[in-house]
């Protein structure tokens, strides 16, 4: 029986001499360029990367310096952020709103680990639940699971929103290379009809098998999707096939086998796994479906191996407490307000959308963790899409916009398709770009070329502003060796242990998610209304005209 993990003192950062010298070291840090950085030191990436077995972290495009790190790991040190570190890997109870342990950890960690909630250890019950999962998924695969009417499946619907979509949507589409001629997997999470209605027409019922990814159970738009599956499919198979063709994901047992699922066919998890970081549970088995349980089994391996790293090194070569200063350097110094994750990787276009949910709904609050208003800024707006197709959107305004956004680029050295004359472009693109934000392009430069091309001053000089970079814009870049169930694992792990230390650098509480509720219960009120189509007259005059507006054009008539 182990005892009970006590969470060490909330330490406030500005409070900290380390944030103080932070402050200083701003002050002169923000006279000095990037480029200047790279001409003084022609060494400077050595100093400034990181490499593990299958990965590298260039971060020698940012605004920092030795000094930088030393104050980074003094103000982690100051914040006590190894005690966190391990309160968050033992299982207490750093989610205090909602009382809860933080343990996605422990669905990856080894199965001879202990780590114990409530004088429990879970591993045990981690590693039952992980064989049931396993059992489901090799019945599916190997054609041993019929459906109703005594065919094997061959499609499989995730239906969950937020966290119960979002990491497993992105898994999958970033292992396209490992999936299985048996199965396609799909997914619907929005409560816009239009995404099941599309699907439905093009699915069989009779070889289908639905997924209800919830933890709670309660979602309004899993709900509805779930029904409308379940009334597709017994409309078409009758009430007795509904065993056949769905299972579900879930803390809420009970309310899975209301909906008509089989106790045997509900695979659990705990209320310790967050959401938005549950594709290491029961939420991830679309990932097995869609590729195997091995490349399951392989992303929790790859996961773990970047807990490891983050347990261990030093805080100046731990990746994501690199990853987490560099951004919270930004944010609170430099006074950025986004961060572009860029990946370099048709594979990886749901990266930043999954990122989205892990960091924002993490680290966007705006109350401390004694419950005081925050006069500082906190997690920035997470955006991105995938190289090259960003350069021919968005890119103008990295380069050359007013604000200048931090970039995470994300690239994959080996290419897993055999067509000629496209890695290495992907791959020169990606490098041009950092060094195009980084290096900028001066007036002397621009008016040289205009010069040699032979043009006259009076022709190019109201162009000339307009061709001119700034540069000085930073960026990290990561590249993995290629994509594999391992290496994303790492990759993802290490954006969540970043979420963790910038909740300990912001001082808020990470794991709950309060902000998400007024909309659900403002929605329950309004549905009520558009439901009788009848204008609820306790609102707003704005939601009372869309209202009416809406009431209008469906033909509904006056107030
Ligand atoms: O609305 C926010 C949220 O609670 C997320 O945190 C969560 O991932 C999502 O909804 C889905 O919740 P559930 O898995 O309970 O349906």
């Known amino acids: ?198 699907l439905l027409q093009k699915i069989n019922a009779a070889s289908s098998l639905f997924i209800i990814a919830s933890k709670s159970f309660t979602t309004q738009e899993t709900m509805t999707n779930a029904q409308t599956a379940r009334n597709w499919l017994v409309k078409q198979l009758g009430e007795e096939a509904v065993g056949n063709h769905f299972i579900a994901l879930s803390t809420n047992i009970p309310k899975a086998m209301e909906f008509g699922i089989e106790e045997k066919n509900v695979f659990g998890f705990w209320d310790w796994v967050g959401g938005r970081f549950s594709l290491w549970s029961a939420i991830g088995v679309s990932i097995a479906f869609a590729t195997s349980w091995s490349c399951f089994e392989q992303l929790l391996e790859g996961a773990q191996k970047m807990d490891a790293h983050f347990k261990e090194k030093d805080w100046k070569e731990n990746l994501p407490v690199l990853m987490a200063f560099i951004g919270y350097w930004y944010r609170n110094f430099h006074g950025t307000s986004s961060q572009a994750v860029i990946p370099y990787d048709q594979r990886l276009h749901r990266f930043s959308a999954y990122l989205q949910q892990g960091e924002m709904e993490s680290n966007g609050k705006g109350v401390d963790r004694s419950g005081k208003t925050i006069d500082y800024p906190t ?133 709950d998610q309060w902000g998400v509720q007024l909309g659900k219960e403002l929605a329950g009120e309004i549905l009520p209304s558009l439901e009788k189509g009848a204008v609820n007259t306790n609102g707003d005059s704005s939601t009372k005209g869309l209202m009416q507006y809406i009431f209008d054009h469906q033909g509904r008539g006056a107030l």
């Open 379 to 511: 997690c920035p707006v997470i955006w991105g899409e995938p190289g090259t197709n960003g350069q021919h959107a968005f890119f103008q305004l990295l380069h050359q916009g007013t604000d200048a956004i931090p970039v995470d680029f994300i690239g994959v050295v080996q290419a897993q398709h055999n067509l000629e004359g496209h890695h290495d472009k992907l791959l020169a693109n990606l490098l041009a770009q950092s060094r195009a934000l980084m290096k900028g392009k001066t007036v002397e430069a621009v008016e040289a070329e205009f010069i040699a091309k032979g043009v006259a001053k009076e022709d190019y000089e109201h162009i000339l502003p307009h061709k001119v970079f700034l540069g000085n814009r930073p960026s990290s870049t990561f590249l993995l060796q290629s994509l594999n169930p391992q290496t994303l694992g790492q990759l993802i792990a290490a954006y969540e242990h970043k979420i963790f230390v910038q909740g300990i650098f912001w001082n808020v509480f990470s794991y």
């Open 1 to 198: 029986m182990a005892e009970k993990v006590i969470l060490p003192a909330k330490v406030v950062p500005h409070n900290t001499p380390a944030y103080q010298a932070l402050v200083n070291h701003y002050q002169w840090f923000k006279q000095q360029s990037l480029q200047k950085l790279f001409d003084a030191d022609e060494t400077r990436f050595e100093a400034f990367h990181l490499k593990d077995s299958d990965w590298l972290f260039d971060f020698s495009k940012n605004h920092l310096n030795e000094e930088s790190l030393h104050l980074m790991a003094q103000f982690c040190e100051e914040l006590e952020l190894n005690q966190w570190r391990e309160a968050y890997f033992a299982g207490g109870i750093i989610n205090e709103t909602e009382g809860r342990a933080v343990l996605h950890t422990a669905l990856r960690a080894k199965a001879s680990s202990e780590v114990f909630v409530a004088g429990e250890n879970v591993i045990p019950k981690v590693q039952e639940a992980k064989k049931a999962l396993k059992g489901l998924v090799e019945s599916v695969l190997s054609g041993d699971w019929k459906g109703a009417t005594g065919k094997t499946i061959d499609t499989v619907v995730n239906i969950g929103i937020g966290g119960s979509d979002l990491g497993p949507r992105m898994v999958v589409e970033a292992l396209q290379v490992y999936q299985n001629k048996k199965v396609n997997t799909h997914f619907v999470s929005n409560v816009d009809g239009h995404e099941l209605w599309h």
